[in-house]
């Protein structure tokens, strides 16, 4: 079932059969969408966070 | 079961309960994603006419195929938001949207990737799968405009539960484009009933783990994104109060 690693180099590796352009471009967007389809809600959530807690502070110097 | 329903409802109980969820999604979607990258780029074997262009497919057919899942998804939220006023169906319909935007741009990039180099074109108007793809596309940024165009309340929620319909009259268009109109995008084969295995089980047992995982990613995504919104709608009760004082 698992077969052998494919290459014997690592410029083959890189190479990918001579479609490296496209077999990187792929995955490489497919990192960049995973990481951002994260990080941008992670990212919001401290925001909102922070605005809470800024705005709780607010409310205490009010009273 | 009405019970859990209404509770399902509920914001509060929906953030908690999330909440306990994510660690074991977000730890089975790093294993699945990254063992099937791993398994794809280094040990899946070149395919006698594609070459190593095939691993391509493993990242194009798991995004391609949990792309259709938004419109649905969007639909019943949406139905849901309709006949219940259930405000936390609101919410997931109005996140799905962005997040399959980018899932629709990525199958059409990686589609192109794949298609410049087998079929010698990046793009083919006359092709109904791509066609409809790139059509399911500006739906979706049909659905962001819609709902930042008009405040939330019930004529957003029903015209974007009305997109969404629409969205999924184009699922099952682009679901059978390939067999009704039999132009240049073929017919799904890695798994084929009766034996006739075009691709072989290395292809479609890594397949078949990427599509778990990016799954459990979209899941993960839409997740987070309705956390942010159920903080934001209800910044005012206590409850939250209490999760940024804590944090």
Redesign the interface.
């Known amino acids: 079932m698992l077969s052998t690693i494919q290459f014997s180099s690592f410029s083959d590796f890189i190479d990918m059969g001579g479609y490296a352009f496209n077999v990187w471009a792929v995955y490489g967007l497919f990192a960049i969408f995973l990481v951002a389809n994260l990080w941008l809600p992670l990212k919001k959530r401290k925001s909102i966070i922070r605005n809470l807690k800024r705005a709780r502070k607010g409310q205490l110097q009010d009273q | 079961m009405w019970v859990w329903f209404a509770k399902l409802g509920s914001p509060k109980w929906f953030y908690e309960i999330s909440g306990r969820w994510l660690p074991w999604m977000s730890g089975a979607m790093v294993l699945s ?1 990254g063992f099937a ?1 791993v ?1 794809a ?6 395919d006698y006419q594609q ?3 095939s ?2 497919l493993v ?2 057919v798991a ?1 391609a195929g949990t792309s259709l899942a938004f419109f649905p998804l969007m639909a019943v939220a949406g139905a849901i938001t309709l006949v219940w006023k259930m405000k936390l169906a609101d919410m997931v319909a109005k996140n799905a949207a962005p ?1 399959g935007a ?1 899932f629709s741009f ?1 199958t059409l ?2 589609g192109s ?2 298609g ?2 087998t079929w010698g074109t990046w793009w083919e108007w006359s092709d109904s799968r791509l066609v409809s793809m790139l059509f399911q596309f500006f739906l979706m940024i049909g659905v962001i405009s819609l709902r930042s165009a008009l405040d939330d309340n019930d004529q957003s929620a029903r015209a974007c539960a009305l997109l969404a319909i629409l969205g999924c009259i184009n699922v099952v268009v682009i679901k059978y484009s390939v067999e009704w109109w039999n132009t240049l995008h073929q017919p799904a084969s890695a798994v084929t009933i009766g034996g006739g295995d075009v691709n072989g ?2 292809f479609w ?1 890594v397949t078949l783990l990427m599509i778990l995982g990016v799954y459990l ?1 979209m899941g ?2 839409l997740i ?2 309705t ?2 919104e159920i ?2 709608r209800e ?1 005012n009760a206590v409850w ?2 209490e ?3 804590d ?1």
């Not at chain 2, 780029?41 to 070149?46: A, D, G, R, T």
């Open positions: 994603i990258t398994w780029l280094l040990f899946l074997p070149p070459g190593y262009t691993r391509i990242v194009h995004v997040i980018w990525l990039a990686t990737l794949w410049s180099v089980p290395e047992v990613f993960i995504s987070l994104s956390r942010n903080l934001e910044k939250v109060q999760i940024a004082n944090s």
